[in-house]
């Protein structure tokens, strides 16, 4: 028997993005004359009402941010119980274990998997979890019985809930094990080649799977070619282009601890006589190699998100112009860019637009040959645009 939960009740029109497909309800679309924010916990469950009392499905609610509600299901009588959660992952792990032969993924990527708010990465029998919403958060047992479930071999979990978005969750920020005694580093594969990562003080779950599809096209344009890899974290973009018999690879890392662990991937990869770390700012590192007339024949450009809100987008656009214009000084003619986003508020056609910006600003001409976004395991939900965040453009400077 179904225990009845509170109503939340939208605004007059509010539920139309819903009805789309959509499933976040935002503080102002609700009618808090009738349904207080104040009258529910964080995390609680609700059913979804729209202003003439139609029931739109089942949600779980937050006061305390601005995306007040998250809808997890359309049946009215769905719970978040631990049978709700093992068929979302199983449904989840099924897509991944037919796109990949090696345990090595993004099991769960919130909203475009119906998890809102969840987010886990799988390294073979180890997993990283963020919890980023509070209904997601106050039921980590009830996930990590799922999980154990779903996949029994699993010796370790570990809670990477340190994420920006808790911030605005109002929720704490830690990281702590949630099941066995996970590793302060894992060893994964992608593409054929094997990475070490920092699973508990790298950034993220450690391990940037979105963009393994990405990476695997170098090797179509590196052999035989000088390579600038810039904001290269743990060398994974970098490593792939030696493995790929580039001439030389340079990285621009400013995170001292990164460059190590670039180091370390090197010598796992039998590269290390190809690869040289510039630990300093982007920025600076860019412009001293130009006054240093350095030229690469492939530059790799794949920044942090530099629009993580709205109001932020029109100084990160010109963040975004600069670092190209300094990517084009520094590419031979005819050389190829990867230019990448991860700023969900920056679509492909504005990347475009900026890309072609920073051409003309450098007096050079474009061809675009290729693009991207992340890869299978980060599926995009065609309602909420929000999944769409990760773009790469591959260009050619010409003339």
Same mark, same amino acid.
Request: charged letters at 20%.
């Given at each position: ?162 994420? *920006?978005? +808790? ?5 704490? %920020? ?7 005694? @996970? #590793?302060?580093? $894992? ?97 600076? *590192?860019? +412009? ?5 007339? %350095? ?7 794949? @920044? #942090?998100?530099? $629009? ?92």
């Amino acid at each position: 028997m179904n225990i009845p939960i509170p109503i939340l009740k939208l605004k007059k029109n509010e539920e139309r993005r819903l009805r789309a497909g959509h499933v976040w309800i935002y503080s102002n679309e609700i009618d808090t004359a009738h349904t207080p924010l104040k009258h529910f916990l964080p995390g609680e469950e609700v059913l979804v009402e729209s202003h003439d009392k139609r029931i739109l499905g089942v949600a779980y609610v937050n006061p305390h941010s601005l995306i007040a509600a998250r809808l997890f299901s359309k049946h009215r009588y769905e719970r978040l119980d631990q049978a709700f959660f093992v068929s979302r992952l199983r449904t989840a792990l099924a897509l991944r274990e037919r796109l990949f032969s090696n345990p090595y993924y993004r099991l769960v990527f919130g909203e475009a998997d119906g998890l809102p708010g969840l987010i886990i990465d799988r390294f073979a029998d180890t997993l990283v979890m963020q919890l980023n919403t509070a209904g997601m958060e106050i039921r980590k047992n009830i996930l990590v019985a799922a999980v154990l479930e779903v996949l029994p071999i699993t010796t370790s979990i570990l809670c990477r809930n340190d994420s *920006a978005i +808790r911030k605005q969750e109002k929720l704490e %920020q830690y990281t702590s094990p949630a099941f066995g005694s @996970p #590793p302060e580093t $894992i060893l994964l594969q992608e593409n054929q080649l094997s990475f070490y990562a920092p699973l508990q003080q790298g950034q993220k779950t450690g391990w940037f799977y979105d963009h393994r599809s990405n990476r695997a096209r170098l090797s179509a344009y590196v052999i035989q070619h000088r390579v600038l890899d810039i904001f290269s974290y743990v060398g994974a973009w970098a490593i792939q282009a030696a493995k790929h018999q580039a001439t030389h690879v340079d990285c621009i890392e400013v995170s001292s601890t990164a460059a190590a662990w670039i180091i370390k991937n090197a010598e796992l990869n039998q590269v290390s006589d190809k690869v040289q770390i510039i630990c300093e700012d982007a920025f600076t *590192a860019m +412009r001293a190699l130009i006054q240093a007339q %350095q030229h690469y024949d492939v530059i790799v450009l794949d @920044p #942090p998100a530099f $629009i993580k809100k709205q109001k932020d987008r029109q100084e990160g656009l010109r963040a975004y112009q600069r670092l190209n214009e300094l990517a084009m000084k520094l590419l031979v003619p005819g050389g190829v860019l990867f230019s990448c986003s991860c700023s969900m508020h920056m679509d492909m056609g504005e990347m475009i637009a900026v890309l072609q910006r920073a051409a003309v600003t450098t007096h050079h001409s474009i061809q675009i040959l290729e693009r991207g976004h992340q890869g299978p395991d980060h599926p995009l939900h065609p309602a909420i645009p929000e999944t769409d965040y990760l773009k790469m453009v591959v260009v050619r400077k010409v003339g």
